[in-house]
């Protein structure tokens, strides 16, 4: 986020300049601390990927010679686009959270501002969406947040099946958009621009490094724990050999 016109970089000590604390800390979060949260976050996720892929190969009867990756990419977008799986009782839950997901992935990466950090951090250029697309994205996620946490809270299944954890993740996913929205608007802005930033930063750094640990890791696990023809893909035959097993010899499938 641009910084509003006006706002002063340094403040005069003793005769000398220095940069301002809350300035130093923004520059630090943006910076060494963006930095070690991305890096957190990417070796968080490969780990948990070479450890999904290694189990599956240590898999008796495992063959990924036979997985149909059509199918798997079928199976991908129907999960993608949940129109399929939803049961009755959660459609609301299920469509608020499908929104949910869109602002998540599209704002972090493509919000004007975000492009400049992924491309003087990474060196690729990536394209870069509107203001006022930004904007409606942004509110759009920050109302799914709190439907989402209202849900948990007031239907009793959701609330029976809802940790602590999935509390806090919301908050913490709603809390860089929130403040975003805030410091790329100043005049609805009722906090300082510099504290609102800060915030901004040190709570998006936050939810980098929480991905690899909460639920927020389907975001590369996806495939394993949805996609049920790579996740129990056999070797040819198996399937049979499993149902004789179970059921008699006469059974196939």
Not at 31 to 41: I, N
Not at 166 to 179: E, I, K, R
Request: aromatic fraction near 10%; include cysteine; hydrophobic fraction near 55%.
């Amino acid at each position: 986020m641009q910084k509003p016109a006006g706002t002063k970089r340094r403040s005069r000590v003793a005769g000398g300049l220095r940069m301002d604390p809350l300035e130093y800390w923004i520059e630090a979060a943006r910076g060494p601390l963006f930095t070690v949260a991305f890096l957190v976050m990417l070796l968080g996720l490969t780990r948990h990927v070479v450890l999904q892929v290694t189990s599956l190969l240590l898999r008796k009867g495992c063959w990924f010679g036979n997985v149909a990756w059509n199918k798997v990419f079928e199976d991908t977008l129907t999960w993608a686009f949940p129109l399929r799986h939803l049961i009755a009782g959660t459609v609301v839950f299920s469509t608020v959270s499908f929104l949910f997901h869109i602002g998540v992935i599209i704002v972090p990466l493509f919000l004007a501002d975000h492009v400049l950090l992924w491309e003087s951090f990474l060196g690729i250029g990536i394209p870069a969406i509107g203001q006022g697309l930004a904007d409606s994205l942004t509110l759009l996620t920050i109302s799914c947040v709190l439907v989402l946490l209202a849900l948990r809270i007031f239907m009793r299944r959701l609330r029976a099946m809802s940790r602590w954890s999935d509390y806090l993740l919301l908050v913490l996913v709603g809390l860089p958009f929130l403040t975003g929205f805030l410091a790329s608007h100043p005049n609805a802005n009722p906090l300082p621009w510099k504290i609102v930033m800060l915030i901004h930063l040190l709570s998006a750094d936050a939810l980098l490094m929480a991905i690899p640990s909460s639920k927020l890791a389907h975001i590369v696990l996806f495939p394993f724990d949805r996609i049920s023809v790579l996740h129990w893909q056999l070797r040819p035959g198996a399937g049979d050999q499993v149902a004789q097993a179970l059921y008699g010899e006469e059974v196939r499938i």
